[in-house]
């Protein structure tokens, strides 16, 4: 039940745990864009250099990665728009203004310097470098955003709850939780989300796609984020701790959890009958009680279950397997393995580990 506990609260996460890609070791992972704060940082933004128009697909794409504006420090340009076959200069005829077109994608820059960056999204150019990691960036600005990560520094502050960001993007999308604003929406069941990353990943639920798969055993997840937490099965690690009673645990959610049982909260409250409980999976099984929901069949007689785990206890009838009377045995052999037979004291057919008491 708590194996099942615990998938439940994964699922329940909504983009809030750090996403991650495998390297050539399955076990060494590097952050990514989704699920992530410490992806490639946006540029802060400058009203005075923001792109004119962003009217083509490929210009669309680059908006939602944060590449629209360009870093106000950064005036040596690595290459000349002049002299460019990627650009052209316009000037508006009313205002006199030159303006700065991309022919590759169609986006129009106010100044030269900001479609220089812009050119770097096409040549692949990342002259700004990372001393500390290596990692490279097509501005300066993002480079200086990046070395927050290893510095520590947060400087962009919640006015509301004091949570500090190392990105300015990343506060105006936690701004959205006190605001209530949901900007991105699931065209086919409505569901709102703050991040358009958390769109993404929601709708690979209906599309069914699981691209994040584990080299060890298999498994595809839709997040990286879950296959992240999932490789920790296969290593054994167990970063996050109980202060009070030193258990590991493999992700931070399942430990906040877990600290419930110490402080006795217990947040899910059926409103129904007003009993609470440590996990929101138990309030959804307890609803059912007063419901009648049974969601879980048996395919081979029909027999309708509340929970999933119930269901499994039943599938044993049909099966023969008796795990508890395996578990029982090795009372009596002393032995890590026991056999699946009758128990010669009496006990017979266990199916139920809590029908013994060891």
């Not at 540029?43 to 590449?67: F, I, M, T, W, Y």
């Not at 986006?107 to 960056?117: E, G, I, M, V, W």
């Not at 202060?243 to 217990?266: M, P, Q, V, Y």
Request: glycine content about 8%; some cysteine; aromatic content about 6%.
């Amino acid at each position: 039940l708590i194996k099942e506990e615990q998938e439940d609260v994964r699922s329940s996460q909504e983009g809030e745990q750090l996403g991650l890609k495998q390297e050539s070791n399955p076990f060494v992972l590097t952050a990514t864009d989704e699920d992530s704060d410490h992806s490639e940082p946006e540029p802060e933004p400058d009203s005075d250099q923001q792109l004119l128009s962003h009217s083509s697909p490929v210009a669309e794409s680059q908006d939602q990665k944060g590449n629209q504006h360009v870093d106000s420090g950064s005036t040596s340009d690595s290459r000349n728009v002049d002299n460019s076959p990627m650009s052209q200069t316009e000037c508006d005829p009313t205002t006199g203004n030159k303006s700065f077109t991309c022919d590759t994608c169609g986006r129009t820059c106010r100044r030269k310097s900001n479609l220089n960056q812009h050119l770097r999204i096409h040549t692949g150019e990342k002259p700004y470098s990372c001393n500390t990691c290596g990692k490279s960036f097509t501005c300066n600005s993002s480079l200086n955003t990046h070395q927050r990560i290893h510095t520590g520094e947060k400087p962009h502050v919640c006015n509301t709850c004091g949570k500090s960001f190392t990105q300015s993007g990343n506060l105006h999308d936690h701004m959205r939780i006190h605001s209530g604003d949901k900007p991105y929406s699931c065209k086919t069941c409505g569901k709102g989300f703050i991040k358009s990353s958390t769109l993404t990943a929601h709708l690979r639920i209906h599309t069914g796609e699981k691209p994040f798969i584990c080299n060890t055993c298999g498994n595809g997840f839709k997040r990286r984020s879950h296959l992240t937490n999932h490789l920790r099965i296969h290593t054994g690690e167990k970063p996050y701790f109980c202060d009070t009673c030193r258990k590991g645990f493999s992700e931070r959610s399942t430990l906040n959890a877990h600290l419930r049982i110490h402080t006795g909260e217990k947040p899910y409250i059926c409103d129904t009958c007003g009993k609470g409980f440590v996990w929101s999976s138990h309030l959804t099984n307890h609803l059912r009680i007063h419901t009648g929901e049974k969601p879980y069949f048996c395919d081979t007689c029909r027999k309708g279950f509340r929970r999933r785990s119930n269901l499994n206890a039943h599938l044993r009838i049909h099966t023969g397997e008796r795990p508890a009377l395996q578990v029982h045995m090795k009372v009596h052999t002393g032995k890590k393995g026991g056999v699946q037979t009758d128990c010669v004291l009496g006990v017979r057919g266990l199916q139920k580990s809590s029908l013994l008491s060891l």
